[in-house]
Structures are given as C-alpha cells and as structure tokens.
C-alpha cells in the first residue's frame, strides 16, 4: 500500500522527509522506559531527566512532521510509514506500519505536548519520591504506547498501543503499591478494561472474517460492499472496546477508583490522554459508523447517558480528583456523542478532545499543586479561601474551570457549544433527546465545577490545624501555566475560523453546513443561560452558605451520587459475587467431583497395581520393566500372528 | 552436510552426558551441574547449527531424516526427521533445558549420588524430548512417549514435595491408561497399512484408506493418551497435583515442553493419519477445548497454591492450543503451533519466578506472601512480567499466537470463539489477583532478610524475558518455519481456509 486514493480523494502516499522517521515518535520514549527500568539504581539520580528529555524529543519530532505535512495541500497530507512484516501466519498476513495524518497528527502533537509538560511537573511533583526513576519509565511506557495507539495504520497494532497504554495506566494507578486500594483500583482498572478488549479483539476477528484484512485501508475499502449485519456487530464490538478505554457507561466504574494515581498520572493519562482513545477509536473507524445507523445511534445513546451520568456523580463528590474524574467522564460523553453523530461531529469530537485535554489536565496539576501545598489532603470540605495563598494556581485553575463552561471566548466554549450544536441536528426524536442531554449536561456542568472551584478556591479556610499551604514551585507552576494559556485561547485560535474542523476534514469528512432544529443563536444563548445559572445556583450553596467541613446527609439523589449511582453494588451484585460462588463452586467439584470420577478409576487400578508392586520389589521401576514387557509381548503376539 | 545424523546426535549427547554425570566419581560428584549445563548447552549449540541446515523451500515433510532398521520383522524403524512444527518445539526444549538446570542449581542441597541422579535424569528427559518430537515412526514415537515418563517420574516422586509419591503415582497411572489405549491404537494401524520392514513409518501411514468405523476407533485411541498428556478437561487432574509437587524445573519440562507432546501428537498423528475421523470428532473436541480454556481459568483464579494456579493456567492455554489445531484454519493452526512454542517460555518463566518467591519465603501459599515488591524489586518485576505473558499481553510472545489461534477460529466456529475470548478476562483476573496478593500490599516482617535475585537467577530470567520480547515483536522468526508444516498438515487432511465473506463482492 504505497498510495491509496480514498473516496474523498484523499491520497496517502509512501512516508519521505521528516515522516520516514516516525518511528522514532514511539521508539524514543520507549528506549526511555527499556533504559530507566533495566538501568536500575544506577539511573536513580539522573533518570528523569532523561525521560523528560526523551519526551520533547518526541514531541519535536512529531512538531517536524507537523510542519511537513502543512507543507502540502490538505488532500496530501497523509503519509504511510511501512515497519516491518510482523506476522505471517498460515491466511494471516500482516505488516506494521504506521499512518500519519491530520488525525493521528492531532493527538501525536497533544500527546507529546501535554505529557512533555507533565513530565516537567512531575519533576517537581515526585522529587522526594524514592520510586521516581521508576514512575517516569512508567510515564515513558506510556507515552510510547499511546502514540503507538494513534500512529498504527491497522486494528492489530493499535490493539498493541491500546494494552501498553492499559498496562501503564495499571501500573500507574497501582504506583504506590503498598496500599492495598491502590493495588485493588489498578486491577479494576485493567480488568474492566479487558471487558471492554473483549469487543475490540472480537471486532478485529470479525473484520478478518469479514474482510480477510485487519487493516485501516482494507477494511474501509471493503466496508461499502459487506453485509449490514456485520458492520453493525463490528461497530458495536468496537464500541465495546471503546467504553472500556474511555470509562462510558456501563463499563465507567474503573475511573473514580484510578485517581488513585499520583496526580500527574491523572492529568495526563485518565483525562488528557488515554481515556480518549476511545472516541478516538470511533472517530477512526468512521467508515464503519458511517455504514451503520445502528451503531452510531448506539454510539450516541453511550455518549448521552455517561454525559449526564458523569455530570451527576460530579455535583456530589467531595474528593477533588474524584469530582474531576467524574467531569472527565461526562466530558467524553461529550465527545462520544458528538462522534457517534458521524460526519458533522467528528472534527468537533477530536476538537474536544483536543481542548479538554489541555483544561483538564491543567485542572489536574491544579489539583495536584492544591494537594502539595495541602499535605495531600484530597477532600474539598478542608479547602476553601486558597485563591489568597496559591495565586498561580487559583489563576490557572481559573481558566480551565472558564474553558470547561463554555464561557467564551475559552477553549471550551468553541468546541462545545459546536457539540451541542450538532446533537441538535437531525430528524425525528434523535435531535430532542441528544440535544436536550448535551444541553442540560452544559448547565449541570456549570454548576459542578462551580462548586468544585468555590469549594476549593473560595469561601471561608476550612483547613485543618496542622497545613500550611503554599504555592508550588516554578517547575509545577510554569506546566500550568502553558496549559492556562491553552484553555484561554487554544479554541479561539483553531475554532475561529473553523481552522480545525478544516484540517481534519480530509480525514474524517464533514463541513457541509447543517442547520439544528432550534436556530443555533437561540441554543448559543439557551447554554449560557443555563451555565449562568449553574454558576449561581454554585455560588449560592458555596460561597454565600457556608460549607460543613462533614458532609450533610443529602437528597436520595446525592446520595446516589456519592457512591456512582450504585456502579460498584451492581457491578458486585451482576458479576463479582457469582462469580466467586462460581469459581468456589468449581474448586469443590475439581477436587471431589472430576477429579473424584477419574481417581476413583486411578484408585482402583492404583489398589491393583500396588498388590502387583507389592509382588516385585515395591519400587515404581517395576512400571518401566513392566511397560517394556508388555510392549515385548505385545511384539510377540504380532509376530504370531503374521 | 545432510547426510550428517543431526537428529541422532542431539539424542546421543544428553544420553552420553547423562552416564558421564552418573560416572562422576564420589569427589567431583559436586561437579554434576556444571556438566550437565555443558552439556546441554554443547546440545543446544548443535541444535542450532542442525536448524541452520533446515530448508523452508525443502517441498518434502520431514527433513534431517535418517532412517535404520530396528525391528524389521514387526516393522518398526529407527526413523528421525523434522518438520518446521517439530524444529521450533526442539528449539524450544533445547533452549529450556539449560535455563531448567540453571534455575535447579541448589535443588538437592545434599549433594552426592542424589545430585548427581537429578541432573542425569534431566539430561536423559532431554533426550527422550528431542526424540519424541523427532520419531517419525509411529512405534518408535510410541516407545519414547512411554519412556519419558520414567525420568519424570523419578524427577517427581524422589525429589519433590511432601506429596511426591502421590503426584508422581498419579502421573504415572493416568499417562500409562492413556498410552495403553494407543498402544492398541497403533498396533491396529499397522494392520491398516502396507505393512513391511517400514509399515510403521508416519509416510506409510500417512493417506491411508481405513474403513470408517475403524478409522474412528484408531483416532480415539490416540487422542485419549493425547488428550491426558495435554491436560484437557476433564482429563488434567494429574496437572496440578504434579506441578506442585515437582521442584519448579521439572515442573517447567513436565507442562512446558513434555506436554507438547500431547498437542503436538494431535497434529502429527491425529490430523495427518485419521484426518476423517478428526473431522468427525471436531465439534467435540472445540467444545471440550472451549471448556478446557474456561475450566482452566476459573480455577486457576480460586487457587491459593501458586504452582497450582500455574499449573491450571496452562490447562486454560493448552485449551487454546487444541482449539487452533481443530479448528483447522492456516491461521489457527499456525497459532496454535507457535503457542505450544510461545506457552513453553510463558510457562517456564512463571514456574520458574514463583519458585524462586517459594524458596525465599519456604512457603508455595499465595497468602503467606504480600508487598514483596520491596523487599525484592527485581524479582517482583520479572514476575509481573511472565504473568503479562500469561495474560497474553500485546508486545509479548503469547499474545500473537492467542490472538492467531482466536482469529483463525473465530472464522470457523463463531460461538466457540466468543465463549473462549471470556477468557481474557479471566487471565487478567488470575494474574493480577496472584501478583496483588503476593507483591503489593504493606511490607512484612520477615524472620529472616531476603535478597533480591543474584546472578545465577538473572541468568536463568534474561533469556526468558528476551525470549517472550522477541517472538512478541517478531513472531515470523518462528512462524516462517512453522507455515510451510502447517500447509502440508493440512493439505493430508484435506481442509481449505474459509474465504472471507466479503471476498464475492469486492470490486
């Protein structure tokens, strides 16, 4: 496949210049990780550095093939990078190789920029950290992964990426190991994401049945002429895979449990990055999705329920992080409902995707340079008032709480509203229902992350006796800051003149102009109104009232939110329990009832052949002797015969 | 070149290896190891040079052949020869071996005629392995596959655990049941075929004209002494009790690469001899296997031993390996046979950490362990490791010939494919439960320190990791010899692949 001229005449041709070393994109960070983890003690004092460094390098070279490609028109910037023959198995062929376009392009440059800037925050943030070498190899790992995930130019090798990534956000999760929930939240991480792989690896043989290739080219070459039943099954595996990686309903509940993380962990891999491959996955097999109402519409329904599902669980959580994993959740309900609309949502999906992962993990560090100056206290009811003593991050925070609104002319604001916008558009119920959740998830937005930053930020102290808080230093501050910087105008810049929506759009298709069922000035306004009131309603409860350091008891509603809506209780009650019971079960019957049968057999013969043993010398040689003479005999008798 | 006897000399070596180790006088009778690992490492050289005369374009089955009378009037044959599926498979033991022998350096502490005894008899399994993969005579690979068990079975019932006699009894009685029934088996073969001075060699054999009922009769046989050595359910109750019993080296070349035999008999005997039986018997053999994988998983998950819990894993993979052999796809087919490779190393690297956590801690109980992570860094690691192996995770060896095996049968038998996928999460679920509840967790006090893996460990875990590295990312080294063995396969047994459904209507 040297050159392959999609139906949007798109032609993607052999990788030259600067995109023929694209492989350095995973291979650097990945020596980074071989080399801290193989290194050992030795690398203690200067590892980190190294990864660090190992980073931006990749992030310069993405930023060098960045340039290249806006070197040539838009229907020529997609490059194809052939690796090597990786597996050759009976009918089963298939090469690695890497795709370079305006798609993978996106996340390379957010992955290497956002995780560069982690790195250098978590220089600061894990530098009295005996395990640090080790945490940046784990951060290198990932990095690795991830682009490896977004740069394959088939489903097998970004099955590859997609467990890298799982395995370091496992490993990640589980840092601090000597707490056993921490360890528990890193194998709930890894399972339930299984779960999801299941869809994705099933979706991958169906592609092979269906199509006899496993690659992006072969399959989206066929897709036009395959049977509907199939595509659809495929979608909907491919969903699967989809809701484990980015934590949709039903299968979110690893998420809350994963802030177990060191915080930089969280910023970068569960909101930035990693929990977005989903929809980057969809996005990606558009052309699937696109044959396929069915799917989509399934698409669409995942992404509105976990919007307003993760919004809800959102207003009640005290816990800082837990509060902004439950946002980060319903904000890729967003970008999943805008990717299950098809053409018109995909650019405003990954343009989401894009903005969010620069307030979120903005938010994040803010929560992380928060609970550094708050003896890792995660709990907002201790917070409150910090925005006199941590400037930086009240300031920084700020923006991201403003993107994350919708208030323009934020980040947020540009890529949102357009999200809203499109659930709007449509015929019959579909527009109503999705544009009503997309709408309401805005206002429920407003109000929680409201209360998450006047809870934390301002108000009356509510700290406890023995913290001094304080601002963080330069090293977390200046990460923060960029991404501050990102969340103010990163969608201005790119959404102002659709610029974005333009790039991706040889990809992913999309710019024809579609009207939404309400006039979209009205819905502009209708979403202000509504975060306007969110932020008051917020200000009332929070900064007006005062905030009791123990939690009141609340609605049956809070308390649903609390503890996820019941996700765990019913996840234990459906799966966990039974199968314990199921696995004890076996157990008992492997021992009495199996192995019984066959050993109540094995007993007999064993009685009679140990009366034999007895007879000879006792010793189990007496099996060999006794095994060759029956084979002597045996020879004997056939001899006769003949 | 070829006419040199490669195949005779790799058995030859260990065996002349094994009386110099017995022979050892009682003063250098501490000696035996270091003879022994020569040994096996001049057999695995010799290994290696006897691959490099190995052609992928060769257009005959069997290759390195080498063929003597033996007992002409009954037929049998001295008869020796590889194809690309027996090649990898001795590889891969000749590989292990020395790893084995490294890793059970210390096992008889006692020193004397017993040391001497126990590395002998592994260098005689060794020998008995290559030559079991090797035989192309079925009466020949008949006696192999009976005197294998021998050395195993002293290597279980007089160095083992407290229940070797036990174990190794158990062993014993459920392979010698499996083999009697194919011993008639394959004495009824014979009458089947053209008969002779050579009647029992695998290309006499091979396209035989059998009637049905016979045919039938001759496949079960052989598939029941199969199905025993490859631990399927609800024939693998032996498995655990002999792992667990078994010093982790033997442990390794019992599950490791003896079993094979099982699988590998499948393939070579099964397919290539009954191939209308095997047809006939495919779906019960798919269900068995898919029950195998799931048995396997669920109670490797509720196990508390963890060579037991190893040993249950391998019944959930070996399941998968049958699955891709019956399924009888190129592409299942090629995944199962790089399995049998890829499940060796996975399986040798587990047994082999685990038994290096229970001579640390005196003790194979999950929960007499917990946060060992700090106390010994490396080996925590190492383990992690051959448990993602086992997980099948992607980058590592296992994860490409499980995904093969699931691929290739998924084109064939959808439903059996989909339950046997459940299993992912269950090996998620039986890995990272066992390294949660034996590496995280506080840090204990421990009567005694411990130290992390010294040299002679790293040496036996290096290879092992670099082995599940290097096949994860360039599975075609083994596969590019493996193919042209699974073409010919299935080509006796007269099978094409399924076309892709939407191959009709491409434009």
Known sequence: ?642 | MSSFPWLTTLLVVPLVGALIVVLLPKGSAGRAKHVALGVSLVTLVLGIAAATQYRRDAGTQFQLTERHEWIPQFGVSYALGVDGIALVLILMALVLTPICILAAWDDVPEGGTREKSYFALMLVLLAFMVGVFAATDVFFFYVLFEAMLIPVYFLIGSFGGERRQYAALKFLLFSLAGGLVMLVAVIALYHYGPGGSEGFLVEKLTGLTIPQTAERLMFVGFFLAFAVKAPMWPVHTWLPDAATEAKPATAVLLVGVLDKVGTYGMIRFCLQLFPEASKWATPVVIALAVVSVLYGALLAIGQTDMMRLIAFTSVSHFGFIVLGIFAMTSTGFAGSSLYMVNHGFSTAALFLFAGMFIIRRGSKQIPDFGGWQRITPVLAGVFLVAGLSALSLPGLSTFVSEFLVLVGTFQKYTLATVLAVLAIVLAALYVLLMYKRIATGPTPELPEPVSDLGIRERLVAAPLIAVLLVLGFAPNLALDVINPAVTATLHHVGVTDPTPLNAGSDK
């Not at chain 1, 989809?242 to 039903?250: D, I, N, T, V």
């Not at chain 1, 959580?317 to 999943?336: E, F, N, P, V």
């Not at chain 1, 009232?545 to 459906?574: F, I, M």
């Not at chain 1, 492997?590 to 007993?603: M, N, P, Q, Y």
Request: hydrophobic letters at 55%; charged letters at 10%.
């Open chain 1, 1 to 642: 496949m040297h050159s392959l001229i999609t139906e949007t005449g798109v032609v993607t041709q052999a990788a030259t210049g600067v995109s023929s070393v694209g492989w350095l994109l995973v291979a650097l960070p990945l020596f980074g990780a071989a080399f801290l983890l193989v290194g050992g003690k030795a690398t203690d004092k200067w590892g980190h550095h190294l990864a660090t460094i190992l980073s931006w390098a990749a992030f310069v070279v993405g930023a060098a093939a960045f340039l290249q490609m806006l070197g040539n028109d838009p229907e020529h910037r997609s490059y194809h990078l052939r690796l090597f023959d990786w597996i050759s198995a009976g009918g089963f062929k298939l090469e690695a190789g890497m795709l370079l376009d305006q798609l993978s392009m996106s996340f390379v440059l957010l992955v290497t920029f956002v995780g560069s800037l982690i790195h250098v925050y978590s220089i600061g943030y894990m530098a009295h950290d005996p395990n640090r070498r080790r945490f940046f190899a784990y951060l290198n790992l990932f990095v690795a992964s991830m682009l490896l995930l977004v740069l394959a130019d088939s489903y097998l090798l970004l099955f590859v990426g997609w467990e890298g990534v799982g395995l370091a956000s496992y490993l990640l999760i589980g840092f601090w190991y000597t707490n056993p929930a921490y360890a528990t939240a890193g194998n709930k991480a890894f399972v339930v994401n299984r779960v999801g792989d299941i869809g994705l690896t099933l979706a991958i043989m169906a592609m092979f049945a269906v199509f006899g290739h496993v690659d992006f080219a072969s399959v989206q070459a066929g897709v036009g002429t395959a049977s509907k039943g199939w595509v659809t099954a495929i979608g909907l595996l491919l969903l699967l895979g989809a809701c484990g990686k980015s934590a949709q309903f039903p299968l979110q509940s690893w998420l809350g449990d994963a802030m177990a993380g060191p915080t930089p962990v969280s910023a970068l891999i569960h909101a930035a990055t990693m929990v977005t491959a989903g929809v980057y996955l969809v996005v990606r097999s558009g052309f699937i999705f696109d044959a396929s109402p069915d799917a989509r519409l399934a698409v669409c329904f995942v992404g509105a329920i976990t919007l307003l599902f993760g919004a809800i669980v959102g207003c009640a959580k005290d816990d800082i992080k837990k509060a902004l994993a439950a946002s980060t959740m319903s904000q890729i309900g967003y970008m999943m409902l805008a990717a299950g609309l098809g053409p018109i949502g995909y650019a405003f999906a990954i343009f989401h995707l894009l903005t969010h992962g620069f307030f979120k993990a903005g938010m994040f560090l803010g929560a992380g340079s928060v609970m550094h100056g708050m003896n890792n206290q995660v709990d907002m009811r201790r917070f409150g008032g910090l925005a006199t003593v941590m400037k930086i991050t009240w300031v920084t925070f700020g923006f991201g709480w403003l993107a994350i609104l919708g208030v323009p002319p934020f980040s947020g604001f540009w890529s949102k509203d357009k999200i809203i916008e499109a659930a709007f558009v449509g015929d019959g119920w579909q527009p109503w229902v999705f544009g009503t959740a997309a709408l309401v998830g805005a206002g429920i937005t407003a109000f929680y992350m409201s209360r998450l930053f006047f809870m934390t930020f301002q108000g009356k102290k509510r700290w406890s006796d023995d913290v001094h808080p304080h601002e963080s230093p330069l090293v977390m501050t200046v990460p923060m800051m960029v991404l501050a910087v990102g969340s103010a105008v990163l969608g201005l810049i790119l959404g102002v003149t659709d610029m974005f929506p333009t790039w991706l759009e040889p990809v992913v298709g999309g710019g024809a102009e579609e009207h939404p069922v309400i006039n979209k000035w009205v819905l502009m306004g209708l979403t202000l109104v509504l975060v306007i009131v969110g932020i008051a309603l917020a200000y009332v409860r929070y900064v007006r009232e005062a905030v009791p350091v123990a939690p009141p008891k609340g609605s049956l509603l809070t308390q649903a939110a609390r503890v996820d809506l019941y996700q765990d209780a019913v996840n234990e009650g459906l799966f966990m329990r039974p199968g314990i019971h199921l696995t004890r079960g076996l157990v008992f019957t492997d021992r009495k009832g199996v192995d019984g049968a066959v050993g109540g057999l094995a007993a007999f013969v064993g009685g009679a052949s140990s009366r034999v043993r007895r007879l000879q010398n006792g010793y189990a040689r007496s099996y060999a002797l006794t095994m060759l003479a029956g084979v002597v005999a045996i020879l004997g008798v056939m001899w006769v015969i003949n």
